[in-house]
């Protein structure tokens, strides 16, 4: 029998649900055993289960960043799932790399990817099955470098306490700094504190232990500020300059087991050029950097050969901005041709260009269109600047019908500001007006695919910091739901409602997510108390436990009001007014002024807005510009 | 040209299940750039027969699978280019080419050998040996099996070709057919039974030691002694 290093013993893997979500050993996995040159062991984790975390971009590029480092060996860990969870806890085995197989309590950094508010109490099940204390004014130098990063750490508060460092930005440009800032400090017997002060001085680095707040009686914030003199009031995100000459995976690890993003991935542009007021990424990443267009065309037939998958797809936001999208796909599907590899195509805008491409790469009779209006009234679609017209999406879905296409999806929102009922009905009329549009330019006897199906979703509004709604009043549970009937009952109204299917989104999550996108430091106590007693996996509605959470809050003395239903003032502190974006209050304040105005504002090519991006001097900021309204 | 690729299976990569095992091929073909053959049709895919599914938590010395190569340069470099593309712990043991009238890799399969070792040898019973030739000596070994629909008694004893001890614990080679596929835990468990034992599969490991199929003349021959070198 073959030796092997396991941190579960066959008895527990073959008890488990997917045994090889544990056990490492991928093609392309990293592994520095024995390499005496490593110096800095680095957990990389996403705290939900491995087929969800090995599907995220994020952690992949700094997986490759760090372990090109001579000096790091980083490591990926996930969520144990509840099964192995249990089992854990009762045999007391310690959280491990999935690499090494150690545990995690004797690495040197705990890097923990947060990208959505519903994983909070997983993050405590890693830290609790690791061993390291929850709180950071626990930990000691026998604990790793807990560091937070991802798109939720634009509002870090909620859960400041269990965090040593927060990583504002993007990751590729500060790790060195902090690594090597860690060895020095090391190497001089400086304690924790001390290196996690002089961390706290490295641009982007938030050190929530040494920031304090005070609060008026109301709840709201009366101060907020750094504890020591040399720390920055006001800590600015990190963002990569030259997009096309930095870091990038070509040898992503390929996991063993179908995950959620089962293929390449080419990160095309960051950031969008929209400004849609709803959209918290489409602030946080600006300004648009594209990469070169040759550049993508080498990394994607590098990428292919080295993992072997046969499928490719292209990640950004608003993916039809990419200037250069038409040359790269045309070259993909040709590559693809000889290859036998498939572009999995990302939303595209319905037009000439994308139905020609998706009628070369999909099948038509099973694909369907998409479109996200999110809105159902022209009104409220100018409120929220999402640049689309009835006219366009009438257009759209013509030329698809007569392409052969018969399903479409449109996706909406409830409860956006300013919604009234009139805006409402407009989700089901909208919806009628395509199927319609099927009937007028199909004739009867070329429906060989069977007449027009329309599915329409709603989710429902949550208020994002660092955008220009992020002082408004959230729906209650009770709104919500009212308006979805609302919405189902005005879809039985139209004439062509047998041909359209309405599905809306669970109210209760979007409750206690709203009250975690935009909470304060109040919250680190509930978070942990729902850990305690039991909470993980609240993203995944078989495990939320909606009851618990809104006992807990007010075992705290806390309410969804406050965070949620209440209409913030523009003089309030906000719990992360401390961070720099990118893109200056002012500018959010001038849009939520045009969104209650009902005026569309320009997109960033055709028109700066003077959001305060351009102070990076990169991307579309220093393209000319074309003028015009979208 | 049809290829029949044998490979083993030890340690960590125990725990990924067949069908993972056939995905994982799918990518190290086309890592290892072999010119693969694929089917026609909207969504082409390669063609590839593996033998018989092994169960999780088993080890082998003798996986095949087939496929259609365009064109190659030589088994050599094929078994090179496959073997930079495997993982800790599957290595590829041989290529040969099969002839057009032979059966896929799925259709030819009709035994499996086994060697089962116990994880701490201290473990392993006494008097294996003997009780090993009364067991096997049986007219017939009926076990209940279990189906989704059902649970039936079915005599195992005309699928065993073999069921005795060797220096590492027990031998069995037994029917791998996909109309009479025998598991080895299924055997055992009766065995134990048998000897009045309480039985752990966690205390043993299962080796699936070859694959076999019949020759013209009806005698079982590992998979890869169907093909040729080439």
Sequence with gaps: MKEYKLALSDEILMQVEK??????????????TGDEKVKIRYAMCFPDVYEI?????????????????????????????VDLDKIMREKNIPLFGLESQDPIKNFDFLGITIQYEMCYTNILQVLDLAGIPLRAKNRTWDDPIVMGGGPCTYNPEPIADFFDIFYIGEGETRHREILDLYLECKEQGLSREEFLRKAACIPGMYVPMFYQVEYHEDGTIKEFGP???????????????????????????????????????LEIQRGCIRGCRFCQAGQLYRPVREREVDVLKKYALEMLKNTGYEEISLSSLSSSDYSQLEELINFLIEEGKEKHTNISLPSLRIDAFSLDVMSKVQDVRKSSLTFAPEAGSQRLRNVINKGISEEQIIQGSSLAFQGG?????????????????????????????????????????????????IVASTSFFIPKPFTPFQWAPMNTKEEFIEKAYLTRSAVMEQINQKRIKYNWHEAD???IEGVLARGDRKLNNVIESLYQKGCIYDSWSE??????????????????????????SFEEI????????????????????????????????????????ARYGVGVCKEPKTGGQS | MRIRIKFSKHGAVKFIGHLDIMRFFQKAIRRAQIDVAYSGGFSPHQIMSFAAPLGVGLCSNGEYLDIEVNSHQGREDMMSRLNEAMVEGIKIENIVALSDNAGNAMASVAAASYLVEWKLKAEKPQGLKESCHSFFAQKEIFVTKETKKSTMSVDLKPGIYAFEEKEEGIYLLVDASSSGNIK??????????YLNLPFNPNSIQITREDTFTRDKKGSLIPLDQAGENF
């Excluded at chain 1, 992949?60 to 799932?81: A, G, T």
């Excluded at chain 1, 401390?578 to 090519?605: H, I, Y």
Aim: charged share 25%.
């Design chain 1, 19 to 32: 045994p090889a979500r544990y056990i490492g050993n991928e093609v392309n996995s990293i592994v520095k």
């Design chain 1, 53 to 81: 975390g090995m599907s995220h971009l994020g952690m992949k590029i700094l997986y490759d960043m760090l372990n090109r480092w001579e000096d790091v060996w980083c490591e990926r860990v996930f969520s144990p799932w």
């Design chain 1, 227 to 265: 504890i020591y003199e040399e720390l920055p009031k006001k800590i600015k995100k990190e963002m990569v300059l030259d997009v096309s000459n930095t870091y990038y995976p070509l040898k992503p690890v390929v996991p063993f087991i179908k995950v959620t993003q089962d293929r390449v991935v």
């Design chain 1, 405 to 453: 296409w018969s399903r479409v999806k449109l996706y909406f929102m409830l409860g956006l500001p300013t919604e009234t009922e009139e805006d409402i009905r407009g989700i089901a009329q909208l919806c009628n007006k395509v199927a319609a549009t099927f009937f007028d330019v199909v004739p009867k006897e070329e429906r060989k695919n069977g007449p027009v199906q």
């Design chain 1, 509 to 511: 999550t979007s409750v």
């Design chain 1, 543 to 568: 495990y939320f436990k909606n009851d618990l959470w809104l006992e807990t809050l007010a075992e705290h003395g806390l309410t969804t009001e406050f965070y949620n239903t209440r209409q913030r």
């Design chain 1, 574 to 613: 906000l719990p992360w007014d401390f961070l720099d974006c990118g893109v200056t209050k002012e500018f959010l304040m001038r849009e939520w002024k045009q969104a209650v105005g009902e005026v569309e504002s320009p997109n960033c090519r055709q028109k700066c807005l003077g959001c305060g991006a």
């Design chain 2, 184 to 193: 080895p835990a299924l055997l055992l468990e009766a065995f134990f039974a």
